[in-house]
């Protein structure tokens, strides 16, 4: 009777570690241009998760719909130089993010940085890029797969008429058949559905646009190239695999001498998110949920997995309380030393001296 009771206990243990709040990780350096928007999408990303923003049913996937999460936000690399630390994060966001390219320009993470990265990946945690998170980490050949594809260049911000490709993902399941955005039409250097994981995309332009650029890739996605135009999409497993002929259309060149394989996690990114206005819409809060909460409910992380390598399992989810995103306004930067560290709740500050101009 006693080792039945001890053993019922340790199961209802593995239970509630099975069902944890994932705790997800929001960076937002930038090297390059920086986004009026990035403050708006970590506020955005931050509400929905502890549950504070409620985003309305009709455009809420009823898969996340009381899914919760953890988001800790931080601008400083020193985060990404301590692999114990990256360790306790299901997943981890790369928010408006940018680099400068040719690769050495500037970056928004060093070798140790990316090193740790992509073990980090290699271990089963989550990837969510969004908007210029494409534009990042040109010099790591494997973070051009980790998202799919390199951002080569859009045309000017302008209203465009956008349709989700595929209805049956959470970020996509609820938007309307057609919707108007204010948005930069990305272009990418190489196409995501031709990785060994493809790609498979969730959002394409429903009208024509001005575009008045060539690709200097010779890449142009759903004029020139494949249709249908990728502007979101997800990859499951697989994620930093090359089968030798990709990377020629995504190496950046120079960087941390890093190029692994393997990652068996998810990775889902949008290229839509430029404007602050856009982060105020419902079907948009609802897209960006979606895409968050489907990495979270991987496998591969601890949240979902007691004998998974990556994240932090926490009180239990269920019941909808939620978990308070760590809200330091002080501008502190994780630790490189140690634990968690403290983190800034949104990134501040002006871009690094030397940033590029050139919209993103």
Same mark, same amino acid.
């Given at each position: ?144 797969r980790l998202v799919g594809a390199y951002f080569d260049y859009h045309p000017q911000i302008q209203s465009v008429s956008l349709k989700p490709v595929a209805t049956d993902h959470p970020s996509t399941s609820k938007l309307p058949g057609n919707f108007d955005i204010q ?64 990377? *020629? %259309?995504?190496? =950046? @060149?120079? $960087? &941390? ?5 393997? !990652? +068996?996690?998810? #990775?889902?990114?949008? /290229? ?61 930067? *994780? %630790?490189?030393? =140690? @634990?968690? $560290? &403290? ?5 501040? !500050? +002006?871009?690094? #001296?030397?940033?590029? /101009?050139?919209?993103?």
């Amino acid at each position: 009777m006693r080792w039945s009771a001890l053993a019922a206990i340790g199961s209802a243990l593995l239970a509630q570690q099975a069902h944890a709040v994932p705790h997800i990780l929001l960076y937002t350096r930038t090297a390059g241009y920086r986004h009026e928007s990035i403050p708006t999408a970590v506020d955005t990303i931050t509400g929905i998760g502890n549950g504070t923003l409620r985003v309305p049913s009709g455009s809420l996937d009823a898969s996340i719909a009381d899914l919760r999460w953890q988001a800790t936000a931080t601008s400083d690399q020193a985060a990404f130089r301590n692999a114990t630390y990256l360790a306790q994060f299901d997943a981890i966001a790369f928010i408006m993010t940018t680099d400068i390219d040719p690769p050495g320009a500037g970056t928004v993470l060093d070798d140790e940085g990316i090193r740790n990265f992509a073990t980090y990946i290699q271990n089963g945690g989550g990837y969510v890029g969004i908007h210029s998170a494409s534009a990042t980490l040109f010099g790591a050949p494997f973070y051009g797969r980790l998202v799919g594809a390199y951002f080569d260049y859009h045309p000017q911000i302008q209203s465009v008429s956008l349709k989700p490709v595929a209805t049956d993902h959470p970020s996509t399941s609820k938007l309307p058949g057609n919707f108007d955005i204010q948005e930069e039409v990305y272009n990418f250097r190489s196409d995501p559905r031709k990785l060994p994981s493809p790609a498979n995309v969730l959002i394409t332009n429903a009208s024509n646009y001005q575009d008045p650029g060539v690709n200097p890739q010779g890449f142009r996605n759903g004029t020139n190239g494949p249709a249908p135009h990728p502007l979101a999409w997800y990859r499951e497993g697989r994620l930093l695999d090359t089968d030798g002929s990709t990377d *020629a %259309s995504v190496r =950046g @060149g120079g $960087g &941390a001498n890093v190029d692994p394989s393997g !990652g +068996p996690g998810r #990775s889902w990114y949008t /290229s839509l998110g430029h404007d602050r206005a856009t982060w105020q819409q419902d079907f948009f809060r609802g897209h960006i949920a979606g895409g968050v909460g489907w990495v979270l409910q991987s496998s591969t992380v601890k949240s979902n997995n007691a004998t998974a390598l990556v994240g932090q399992p926490g009180p239990s989810s269920s019941g909808g309380g939620g978990a308070s995103a760590e809200a330091s306004s002080t501008g502190g930067s *994780a %630790s490189s030393s =140690g @634990g968690a $560290g &403290a983190t800034s709740r949104s990134a501040s !500050g +002006p871009a690094p #001296s030397g940033s590029s /101009s050139a919209l993103l």
